[in-house]
């Protein structure tokens, strides 16, 4: 490739200036351009920004080169393909959190428990802050990494949650070692929650609320963990009897299928043969693939709204009506996992006019939630109780996936201890 095309080819290049000679003699000025020594960091950053706010399948390569400033062919002479690209930034983020870690704990193995855990707190809360488009990548995106690529990335979470237990046990000898993973592992949730909405803060004020946060988690008193608790506790949780509209079929073989495969490999006559039918019948109850979709997402709404009804039914003041929330949200999502984790990985997915209608009810529900807090802690703004709002309902998600969404009281128990510690700050 000549200079003047790889110009062309990389519009944002570095430019210089230099002396050179034309054939008759003259010196005149003409421009280099030099590749960026860092543009394949951009590509992994843009690349990143882009899976976290539309998802993995939703992004093309030729729409993150473009946002750089350079051709598809060029952005593959850094990664051979979208996969690579995927991994790359989904690794990137998550070394970004581990060296923010292990850079916290450097140095400071001789000084006092309380001091190293505040320090490693500070800092994972800052890290966050600064790179909060691209915090949930993995967290939401992480299904459509290859097995070996998954477990490397598990594996730095599982030794920053271990950063977090370590001092932790020592300030607070009589916790277990079950204990301290999973107020370590609820710190590292709260803390990331900010990536999953997009209500604004000033920083340092945002700083000062994760880490109160934090403590509060990091605080807490959980019940007894029960013995054997995990996966055949929720494989055999009773779920009643089974539907057979098959409308209603539909729905609820959708959303396994959308849960485990995602919903870009998901197919309809997948989720037809699930339910028993082909997938003419399929159409005949849901125009496409995203109507189905659209459907599984309105009739979570549907569930939350009664749910919630009920629990500020019988309420006999604003905490008591958050406990009661809590409790009824936890039921809700223990017995539904699926929806769950649906709900919150696929609404890019949504046609845009479904995805904003699906917002605004997330964000009435939500606000059920922030006018509660905020008559219970007064020196909250709204948008403070915003962000302990979104922290105590992404817990649910982020310590069931850790517990295997245990049916069993005692587990909800444990999560509804946590849940409370962050919206009632103690």
């Not at 992480?142 to 046990?169: S, W």
């Not at 009589?174 to 900010?194: F, K, M, P, R």
């Not at 403590?215 to 996966?231: F, K, Y």
Request: hydrophobic share 45%; with cysteine; aromatic share 6%.
């Amino acid at each position: 490739m000549t200079a003047e095309e790889l110009a062309d080819d990389c519009p944002l290049l570095e430019v210089t200036v230099a002396r050179t000679s034309t054939a008759a003699g003259a010196a005149t000025d003409r421009p280099i351009r030099r590749r960026p020594k860092n543009r394949k960091a951009q590509i992994a950053n843009v690349a990143a920004e882009a899976f976290s706010e539309r998802g993995y399948h939703a992004v093309g390569v030729d729409e993150i080169a473009a946002t750089i400033g350079i051709s598809g062919p060029a952005l593959y002479r850094h990664y051979p393909n979208k996969y690579a690209l995927f991994v790359h930034a989904a690794r990137t983020t998550a070394d970004a959190l581990q060296a923010t870690a292990d850079s916290a704990l450097d140095g400071v193995a001789e000084r006092e428990a309380g001091d190293r855990l505040e320090r490693l707190i500070a800092a994972l809360v800052a890290n966050s802050i600064e790179n909060r488009k691209v915090a949930g990548l993995y967290r939401w995106e992480g299904r459509y990494l290859e097995a070996e690529d998954r477990k490397r990335i598990r594996a730095v979470f599982v030794h920053v949650t271990q950063c977090v237990a370590a001092p932790l046990r020592e300030i607070r000898p009589e916790l277990t070692a079950v204990d301290a993973t999973t107020l370590g592992a609820s710190t590292l949730s709260v803390i990331g929650s900010i990536s999953a909405h997009r209500t604004t803060l000033a920083t340092r004020r945002l700083d000062t609320l994760l880490k109160s946060a934090c403590g509060s988690i990091l605080n807490a008193t959980l019940p007894p963990a029960v013995p054997n608790a995990g996966r055949g506790a929720a494989a055999g949780a009773v779920r009643g009897l089974a539907v057979t509209s098959k409308r209603e079929l539909l729905i609820n073989e959708a959303v396994k299928i959308f849960d485990r495969h995602g919903y870009h490999d998901s197919s309809i006559e997948e989720i037809g043969a699930a339910a028993g039918i082909n997938a003419s019948s399929v159409y005949r109850h849901f125009p496409s693939k995203a109507d189905l979709l659209a459907a599984v997402f309105y009739r979570a709404s549907d569930r939350l709204a009664v749910a919630t009804s009920a629990a500020l039914s019988t309420a006999t003041d604003p905490e008591d009506a958050l406990r009661k929330l809590a409790e009824s949200y936890l039921e809700l999502s223990f017995g539904n996992p699926e929806v769950l984790s649906v709900y919150f990985a696929e609404i890019g997915n949504l046609p845009k006019n479904e995805r904003t209608n699906l917002r605004n009810v997330q964000r009435l529900h939500v606000e059920e939630w922030v006018h509660l807090v905020t008559a219970v802690r007064s020196e909250l703004s709204a948008p403070e109780a915003r962000f302990l709002v979104h922290a105590a309902l992404g817990l649910v998600l982020d310590i069931g996936r850790l517990v295997h969404f245990d049916t069993r009281e005692e587990s909800r128990a444990r999560l509804h201890t946590l849940m409370t510690a962050v919206l009632l700050g103690h």
